[in-house]
């Protein structure tokens, strides 16, 4: 059984705007709980319904994939040329090796370096479109932009990426692969991501990253207190915190599950309605199966509100 290696914490994630740096693996999980709340609380049933067949699993197993998905999204930051933007927090990072090579950015690495961390999860890989190929797309485009990689960089990406570096980098990276994939419930690797499911996949991982991004819900988790460890039972106590704030942010956010209040026509507006409306309030529930749909009704101008008569300015009574 191989040996168990904590998550650094000294590792960052966000600091701007912070009192001290908050640490890459608690961003992750935040993200990962944020996906969660998204997908229990704000996608319709038609999306995830698509999601889950885009991804070839049900709705309970691409919920766990998107969110495990989320986890990773900036695993690329375990790297020098990253950590190094902060000197401060970069001379934290003890033993780390710092490779000589060029920037590239967090994105592009994280994407170079989940495709053979995937393939090593199940994932196939046989061709440029196989579920590895296209998970790891889906982290490399969380910025909103997707950068191609070649066959070298998804075959060896240590070698051809020299900028993600070796030695503690690389045990740290799958340390919080590991961590991350154990938390969240070991999803099954996907038998095939389609273009369309890894773009919706990615559409939601955004939205979340969004969310957990912002500076007062970071300020109010380092007020709040965060463990100070990163052991497995640390990282899952953070994960069900997180779970349990996180859902308030979509409540900020305004992002909710359009609801209906019971009532009509009098009760949403301060007029009786006119012949139109009173014929549509009347007859259509009559017409509807209860499937979803869209109804587009088309009428003349005005016909939206009552008529009301003409009263002339007393002024214009005057010669």
Known sequence: MAETVNVDLALWGKSRGLSEPYSLVWHLLDAAAAVEALWDHYLPSGLKDSLAGEVSSNQAEARSLLAYWAALHDLGKCADCFQGLSESHRSTLKNYPKP????????????????????????????????????AQIVGGHHGRFTPINHVEFRSPLEAVPALGDGLWEQQRRAILAAVHELLGAPAAPKRVSAAGAAMACAVVILADWLVSQESFLVERIRAGLPSQGDR???????????VVVPLLLQQAGLGRLAFKAGGFVEDFPFPPNDLQSSIAEKLPDLLDGDPGLLLIMAPMGRARPRRPCTRPSSWDKP
């Open 233 to 243: 039972a640390s990282l899952q106590r953070h994960l069900q915190d997180s779970r």
């Open 100 to 135: 000589d090579a060029s920037y590239q950015s967090h994105a592009f690495m994280g994407q170079a370096w989940l495709g053979q961390a995937f393939v090593g999860q199940g994932y196939g890989a046989t061709r440029s479109y196989s579920p590895a190929f296209r998970a």
